[in-house]
T-cell receptor, first 112, second 111 residues
């Protein structure tokens, strides 16, 4: 089955700096890659996603890039703010409506 | 639009007891998932429903876990009997096609 690895496990940045989280996946059949933000005591919240027919997608301060050949994708957050502090999860799925396989998570801490 | 509703939020039980969790998905979402999230880890799929049929339950410990989705809407997940290692957050999610939207989860502590 699919295996998703996520790095780093923790990331501390200064407010205003950029943060990058990287994930690799094992199954070349995967074609949908969402990113979730999880705050303490809450469920994961979808923040951005990308499908395998595009290489990059941007939404305000967040962007995701996908390299299908290398089987890796990354989340980029620019101009970080304290409210960006949370645990971020990447995930991969093979087809519409199929299960998501999650990475282990990255705890992002943005210092004011 | 209302999100995925789950109850209870918290549950503490002794090992070997039984427990049930309830989920009401977003209206119109055909796909419903139950995930288990152990502290410090990413969510892991337990079972996936499409309407009221099971699509994938390969990772559900069927000797103690069961789930149903009556009439293709609400779902319940049951554990009987519970073990210490079942302590986790149980997340319900629903999906129209690709995107999965999660509820707040039920935090289960087995003592």
């Amino acid at each position: 089955g699919e295996n998703v690895e996520q790095h780093p496990s923790t990331l501390s940045v200064q407010e205003g700096d950029s943060a990058v989280i990287k994930c690799t996946y094992s199954d070349s059949a995967s074609n949908y890659f969402p990113w979730y933000k999880q705050e303490l005591g809450k469920g994961p919240q979808l923040i951005i996603d990308i499908r395998s027919n595009v290489g990059e997608k941007k939404d305000q301060r967040i962007a995701v890039t996908l390299n299908k050949t290398a089987k890796h994708f990354s989340l980029h957050i620019t101009e970080t703010q304290p409210e960006d502090s949370a645990v971020y999860f990447c995930a991969a799925s093979m087809n519409a409506g199929n299960m998501l396989t999650f990475g282990g998570g990255t705890r992002l801490m943005v210092k004011p | 639009e209302a999100g995925v509703a789950q109850s209870p939020r918290y549950k503490i039980i002794e090992k070997r007891q039984s427990v049930a969790f309830w989920c009401n998905p977003i209206s119109g979402h055909a796909t419903l998932y139950w995930y288990q999230q152990i502290l410090g880890q990413g969510p892991k799929l337990l079972i996936q429903f499409q309407n009221n049929g099971v699509v994938d339950d390969s990772q559900l410990p069927k000797d103690r876990f069961s789930a149903e989705r009556l009439k293709g809407v609400d779902s319940t997940l049951k554990i009987q009997p519970a073990k210490l290692e079942d302590s986790a957050v149980y997340l319900c999610a629903s999906s129209p096609i690709f995107e999965a939207f999660f509820g707040q989860g039920t935090r289960l502590t087995v003592v």
